[in-house]
Structure formats: structure tokens, C-alpha cells
């Protein structure tokens, strides 16, 4: 049996190829392998030469290496963003400055694939794939594209770097035997996981090696975190004057730069998903009527897209589905007669822990009616202590023991009860919302103000109610209920409406929604019976998968000037 060790992109990063190295003898490897891209991130290119020759490490060349070798201006990454580009172009000149005649002499001699066949297996280095020496192999490309660069090799073994990302794969070739590709990784810089580890493969052939897919075979591999002086790297980094962005990588283990060519399923796992730059200019138009998140002044040039402007950190949790009203364009079928759904006191706790865990700044408790729950306000105590929170209810129930228990929530610093209410005078309310509903409505929000109780008015425009908006705020003055603590709302096209704006994935600022069947995109679309699209995953599925999974989507369906329209907002 023979073993090699693997690795990539040294990226000037000579203390993760010393540790390789050491790492590498240690595991018994026979031959030592680097798939090019010695240059990049780091400060120390010079220093990566002498290491790969004493250790015998054999080389193929990445596009760094055809391009330093050649003398070209551009790197040859692949990149086709225009910060990616810039950082990528930093990267380069930097290197190119620092790099020897006689290094880039060696460079030319270096071929970009290396094949041969070792204890019967059918060996294939590249950098990127088979197809060329800077194409992205990700993991999450299509069956077809992974077929077609097996099929353009047809080795047993392909192994390839470049993407910066490890991982294994079994592929099927034309002639139907499995071909085994790894991706390596590389040693200059950590893969997106949050560790300051790197990685690096190794491969084992020969009888003894292991096995294809449930059969015995010649071939097997395992990726290797590897540890090494990361905090040196991050020095060096910075004493060379790069950009600060290299160094946080290497001690984050998030990358912070070059990631527009990344996949959504790749970019999701990471911390970081955006440019700053790519944020559009909302023209002074709030995201929410809750607020617009800023930016955070970190000195980064990237952003998580978890709590920004495209997805705020809000969480809304529906207690249930069934209410005592029956308005005609509720969004979520809402009504006395909807299917009964209901989230009970310990998993709402439970909800509310993981949620702050998770970074949300933000719950908004809704339904249904939410004061239709007996528990709501023991729900709403737990809540506040634990971050804020804006309760949306009709306040039309705050009678009797009702009442009584809306006192226990005078004087709770992070609560907001939000009243809808659709105009200045019963008519136009009444035709949506039933007879009687703006008089109990508006006494509801007369006791709320007599308990003290901060409060919010929403109000739905339609067409039989547009006239309504500004008598609405005054009326709401008089009361104290002004500025940003009234808002109008478009009618939305779900649920009970037939008539309104037609929301969906492709249109509209996520903000993640839970509701005792699952996680949903936004909550104006949270009926997973009249808006199944808008459904994320079920309940078994954890709030963190969740999140990954809006990102993800989001970035798939992203336009090409990197954002989403605001379309809907549903809280002020």
C-alpha cells in the first residue's frame, strides 16, 4: 500500500506547510504532494520554495504559478466579481513583488496536472478540475457537472484545491466504474468553518487501502485538520501591510474576502455572506417599520446577511392560528374555524432561549389572536426578560380576566402591544373586520393606554380605506400614538385575499417566521396550507438549519445587482 499526503494553496503561508509537512512523515506518507497556488493571502512567498524542496515535496502548477511564472499582470483566479477581483489583485501584486526570479524560473518547470497509475489506481492531480487549471470544483455542483469532469479524467483518484473548500465524493464514470475526487482544501487559509485549522488529504492505494461504495477497492482518503502556528501567520500578515481582512481571516477561521464566487449552499455555512458594498440604497424607505439594522463599523469589508438590512433579526412566532375575527383579507386564513396550531408555554420558552442564543434582537408574538392563549401573558413575562418584544393582537379581548392579566404586563420596559386598526371611523374597519369590531378595537387600545402599555397601530390599506390614512393619524394623535408608532401596510395577495401585492421568495426581504408546522420565509405567507411555498422546513427542523436554509435561498434567487425589493412590512 502507498500513501500520499495532499495538500493546496500554500498561500505564502510557510508555518501550515511546515506543520504539513511534520504531520504528513509522522502519518507514515511515502510521497508528499502540493496541487499549486503557493502564493496569495500571505506575506512570506519566498519562504514556501526552499520548504517545498527540502521536504520533497512533489508540485504541480496552480494559476498563480502559470501566472508568476509567465509574468502576467492578473492572477488567473477565475473570480468575476469586482471585489473579489480587488482583494484577489491585492493578493497578487503583493506576491508577484515578492517572488524571486529564480522562484518563478522553478514555477515554469512545474507542470498543472500530474498522472500516473500507483499500486494499480489510476492517479489525476489537477488544481481546479480537470476541465481547467482555475475551474471551481465545488461540492455542491450539479450531479451532471461532476460527471462531466470525472468523465473528462476517467482516472479512479482526481484530486484538486483551488476552491479553498475539502471535501469527498464518489462519482460515477462513463464506463460506470466509481472514480473517488477529493478536494484537498489548502494550507494557507482556514475553509469558511470557523476553525484556525487547515486541511489537507490523505489518500491510501492498494489492496489494503479500503474500498470503492460498498465493495472492497484500492482506494480511500481521509481530510485532515491540521493545526499549526496560525497566529504567526496572521503577524506576518499584518507587519507586511496587507489588508487587515487577510489577517482576521486566519484568526476567525471565517473567510472575509473572495466570496462572491462561492455557491449559496457553501456561502450559507459560513459567517459571512455579502459585500458592504453590494447593500443596496434603500432611498430612505425602511426595511421594516421596526428599523433598519446598520452595518457594523468592524473594519471588514463583508457582512453576515443575518442580521442586515436583507434579513433583519427578527424573529416572529405565531402562538396559534385561530382568532376571534374572520377579516377577509387575512394573509394567513386566519379565524375562528382555522385549523387549530397552537405553540405551547415550554416550547415557546424554548424558542425564545435559542432564538436570543442565535443572535435575534427581536421577537414579534402573533397569530391568530394571540390573547386567545390563556398562558400568552406568562409567554410575554418570559419574553421580556429575555429580549424585545412586540406583541400584534386586535386588542379587542381586554375584558374581565383578560384585563386583569394585562396589568401583570404594565411597566415591562421591552414590550410593545401592536393594534391593528384600518380607519377613523367604524364603516370602513367594520367592512373587513365584522360589525362591532372598530368600537371594541378602539376600546381595546384605550385600556392599553390606560394600563400604560406602549403601544403601535397598524393599519392595512385597501381600496375602500385609502381616504382613511390621514384622519387615522390624527385621530391616533390625539391619543399620543404618533411618528413611527403608526404605519400603513399594503394589502398582501395571500391567505383569504385574492387582491394585493403578490409576495414570494424571489420578492421579498426574508424574516424568519415559526409556527407549530414549521419555519417560513416571511409572516405574511405563514399558512402552510394557503402558502406552502413559503415554507422553509418543518418543525423538527433547528432554528439555526432554518436560518441556513433562508440564506442559502436567498442568495440562490438574489438579483444580479445583489438585492432583494422590499416589498412587504409587517409590523411597525
Same mark, same amino acid.
Given at each position: 500500500?502507498?500513501?500520499?499526503?495532499? +495538500?493546496?494553496?500554500?498561500?505564502?503561508?510557510?508555518?501550515?506547510?511546515?506543520?504539513?509537512?511534520?504531520?504528513?512523515?509522522?502519518?507514515?506518507?511515502?510521497?508528499?504532494?502540493?496541487?499549486?497556488?503557493? &502564493?496569495?493571502?500571505?506575506?512570506?512567498?519566498?519562504?514556501? /520554495?526552499?520548504?517545498?524542496?527540502?521536504?520533497?515535496?512533489? +508540485?504541480?502548477?496552480?494559476?498563480?504559478?502559470?501566472?508568476?511564472g509567465s509574468g502576467q499582470?492578473? =492572477?488567473? =483566479?477565475?473570480?468575476?466579481?469586482?471585489?473579489?477581483?480587488?482583494?484577489?489583485?491585492?493578493?497578487?501584486?503583493?506576491?508577484?513583488?515578492?517572488?524571486? #526570479?529564480?522562484?518563478?524560473?522553478?514555477?515554469?518547470?512545474?507542470?498543472?496536472?500530474?498522472?500516473?497509475?500507483?499500486?494499480?489506481?489510476?492517479?489525476?492531480? *489537477?488544481?481546479?478540475?480537470?476541465?481547467?487549471?482555475?475551474?471551481?470544483? /465545488?461540492?455542491?455542483?450539479?450531479?451532471?457537472?461532476h460527471e462531466l469532469r470525472?468523465?473528462?479524467?476517467?482516472?479512479?483518484?482526481? +484530486?484538486?484545491?483551488?476552491?479553498?473548500?475539502?471535501?469527498?465524493?464518489?462519482?460515477?464514470?462513463?464506463?460506470?466504474?466509481?472514480?473517488?475526487?477529493?478536494?484537498?482544501?489548502?494550507?494557507?487559509?482556514?475553509?469558511?468553518? &470557523?476553525?484556525?485549522?487547515?486541511?489537507?488529504?490523505?489518500?491510501?492505494?492498494?489492496?489494503?487501502?479500503?474500498?470503492?461504495?460498498?465493495?472492497?477497492? %484500492?482506494?480511500?482518503?481521509?481530510? *485532515?485538520?491540521?493545526?499549526?502556528?496560525?497566529r504567526a501567520q496572521a503577524?506576518?500578515?499584518?507587519?507586511?501591510?496587507?489588508?487587515?481582512?487577510?489577517?482576521?481571516?486566519?484568526?476567525?477561521?471565517? /473567510?472575509?474576502? =473572495?466570496?462572491?464566487?462561492?455557491?449559496?449552499?457553501?456561502?450559507?455555512?459560513?459567517?459571512?455572506?455579502?459585500?458592504?458594498?453590494?447593500?443596496?440604497?434603500?432611498?430612505?424607505? #425602511?426595511?421594516?417599520?421596526?428599523?433598519?439594522?446598520?452595518? %457594523?463599523?468592524?473594519?471588514?469589508?463583508?457582512?453576515?446577511?443575518?442580521?442586515?438590512?436583507?434579513?433583519?433579526?427578527?424573529? /416572529? @412566532? $405565531?402562538?396559534?392560528?385561530? +382568532?376571534?375575527?374572520?377579516?377577509?383579507? =387575512?394573509?394567513?386564513?386566519?379565524?375562528?374555524?382555522?385549523?387549530?396550531?397552537?405553540?405551547?408555554?415550554?416550547?415557546?420558552?424554548?424558542?425564545?432561549? *435559542?432564538?436570543?442564543?442565535?443572535?435575534?434582537?427581536?421577537?414579534?408574538?402573533?397569530? &391568530?389572536?394571540?390573547? @386567545?392563549?390563556?398562558?400568552?401573558?406568562?409567554?410575554?413575562?418570559?419574553?421580556?426578560?429575555?429580549?424585545?418584544?412586540?406583541?400584534?393582537?386586535?386588542?379587542?379581548?381586554?375584558?374581565? $380576566?383578560?384585563?386583569?392579566?394585562?396589568?401583570?404586563? #404594565?411597566?415591562?420596559?421591552?414590550?410593545?402591544?401592536?393594534?391593528?386598526?384600518?380607519?377613523?371611523?367604524?364603516?370602513?374597519?367594520?367592512?373587513?373586520?365584522?360589525?362591532?369590531?372598530?368600537?371594541?378595537?378602539? #376600546?381595546?387600545?384605550?385600556?392599553?393606554?390606560?394600563?400604560?402599555?406602549?403601544?403601535?397601530?397598524?393599519?392595512?390599506?385597501? %381600496?375602500?380605506?385609502?381616504?382613511?390614512?390621514?384622519?387615522?393619524?390624527?385621530?391616533?394623535?390625539?391619543?399620543?400614538?404618533? &411618528?413611527?408608532?403608526?404605519?400603513?401596510? %399594503?394589502?398582501?395577495?395571500?391567505?383569504?385575499?385574492?387582491?394585493?401585492?403578490?409576495?414570494?421568495?424571489?420578492?421579498?426581504?426574508?424574516?424568519?417566521?415559526?409556527?407549530?408546522?414549521?419555519?417560513?420565509?416571511?409572516?405574511?405567507?405563514?399558512?402552510?396550507?394557503?402558502?406552502?411555498?413559503?415554507?422553509?422546513?418543518?418543525?423538527?427542523?433547528?432554528?439555526?438549519?432554518?436560518?441556513?436554509?433562508?440564506?442559502?435561498?436567498?442568495? !440562490?434567487? !438574489?438579483?444580479?445587482?445583489?438585492?432583494?425589493?422590499?416589498?412587504?412590512?409587517?409590523?411597525?
Amino acid at each position: 500500500m502507498t500513501r500520499l499526503a495532499i +495538500c493546496g494553496g500554500t498561500y505564502s503561508n510557510p508555518y501550515a506547510l511546515r506543520a504539513f509537512v511534520e504531520a504528513a512523515r509522522a502519518s507514515g506518507a511515502d510521497r508528499l504532494f502540493c496541487l499549486g497556488d503557493f &502564493g496569495a493571502y500571505g506575506a512570506e512567498p519566498e519562504a514556501i /520554495w526552499p520548504l517545498l524542496v527540502a521536504s520533497g515535496v512533489e +508540485c504541480i502548477a496552480g494559476n498563480y504559478e502559470v501566472a508568476i511564472g509567465s509574468g502576467q499582470t492578473d =492572477c488567473g =483566479c477565475g473570480y468575476t466579481d469586482d471585489a473579489d477581483n480587488t482583494f484577489a489583485a491585492v493578493a497578487y501584486d503583493y506576491t508577484l513583488r515578492h517572488t524571486s #526570479a529564480e522562484f518563478a524560473a522553478w514555477m515554469r518547470t512545474l507542470s498543472t496536472e500530474h498522472r500516473e497509475t500507483v499500486d494499480g489506481v489510476d492517479v489525476h492531480l *489537477v488544481h481546479g478540475s480537470t476541465l481547467a487549471v482555475n475551474d471551481f470544483w /465545488w461540492e455542491s455542483l450539479p450531479d451532471t457537472q461532476h460527471e462531466l469532469r470525472v468523465a473528462e479524467s476517467g482516472a479512479d483518484l482526481i +484530486c484538486c484545491t483551488h476552491s479553498g473548500l475539502p471535501w469527498t465524493r464518489w462519482v460515477t464514470r462513463p464506463d460506470g466504474r466509481p472514480a473517488l475526487v477529493v478536494n484537498v482544501g489548502v494550507l494557507g487559509r482556514p475553509a469558511n468553518d &470557523g476553525g484556525t485549522h487547515v486541511w489537507f488529504a490523505m489518500v491510501d492505494l492498494g489492496p489494503e487501502a479500503g474500498g470503492w461504495p460498498d465493495a472492497e477497492g %484500492p482506494v480511500s482518503a481521509e481530510l *485532515v485538520a491540521l493545526d499549526y502556528d496560525w497566529r504567526a501567520q496572521a503577524r506576518s500578515i499584518r507587519s507586511a501591510g496587507l489588508p487587515e481582512a487577510f489577517a482576521q481571516a486566519v484568526e476567525t477561521g471565517y /473567510w472575509t474576502t =473572495c466570496l462572491e464566487i462561492v455557491p449559496p449552499a457553501e456561502r450559507s455555512r459560513g459567517r459571512y455572506q455579502l459585500y458592504k458594498s453590494a447593500l443596496p440604497a434603500f432611498s430612505g424607505a #425602511a426595511v421594516s417599520w421596526a428599523g433598519e439594522p446598520d452595518a %457594523p463599523d468592524d473594519g471588514l469589508p463583508v457582512l453576515p446577511l443575518f442580521g442586515s438590512a436583507l434579513f433583519p433579526p427578527r424573529l /416572529w @412566532l $405565531y402562538t396559534n392560528f385561530h +382568532c376571534n375575527l374572520a377579516c377577509d383579507y =387575512c394573509s394567513v386564513a386566519s379565524s375562528p374555524r382555522a385549523r387549530r396550531r397552537e405553540i405551547d408555554l415550554e416550547r415557546f420558552r424554548e424558542l425564545v432561549d *435559542v432564538a436570543v442564543a442565535s443572535g435575534f434582537t427581536e421577537l414579534y408574538v402573533t397569530g &391568530g389572536e394571540p390573547f @386567545l392563549q390563556p398562558d400568552i401573558v406568562d409567554k410575554l413575562l418570559y419574553a421580556t426578560e429575555r429580549v424585545d418584544v412586540v406583541c400584534l393582537t386586535n386588542g379587542m379581548l381586554y375584558r374581565g $380576566y383578560r384585563r386583569e392579566q394585562l396589568r401583570r404586563l #404594565a411597566g415591562r420596559p421591552r414590550l410593545t402591544l401592536q393594534t391593528s386598526l384600518d380607519a377613523a371611523r367604524p364603516a370602513e374597519h367594520d367592512a373587513h373586520r365584522g360589525g362591532g369590531s372598530w368600537a371594541r378595537a378602539m #376600546a381595546g387600545l384605550d385600556t392599553a393606554l390606560a394600563l400604560r402599555l406602549p403601544v403601535r397601530v397598524g393599519m392595512t390599506e385597501t %381600496p375602500g380605506n385609502t381616504g382613511q390614512v390621514e384622519p387615522l393619524r390624527r385621530l391616533l394623535a390625539g391619543k399620543g400614538v404618533h &411618528g413611527r408608532d403608526f404605519a400603513v401596510r %399594503p394589502l398582501v395577495r395571500r391567505g383569504h385575499s385574492d387582491d394585493g401585492l403578490a409576495i414570494g421568495e424571489d420578492n421579498t426581504v426574508p424574516e424568519l417566521t415559526v409556527t407549530a408546522d414549521g419555519w417560513h420565509w416571511h409572516p405574511a405567507a405563514a399558512d402552510v396550507d394557503t402558502s406552502p411555498d413559503m415554507l422553509v422546513g418543518g418543525p423538527e427542523v433547528p432554528l439555526a438549519e432554518a436560518k441556513r436554509r433562508i440564506v442559502q435561498t436567498f442568495l !440562490r434567487l !438574489r438579483q444580479s445587482d445583489g438585492t432583494l425589493p422590499v416589498v412587504y412590512n409587517c409590523a411597525v
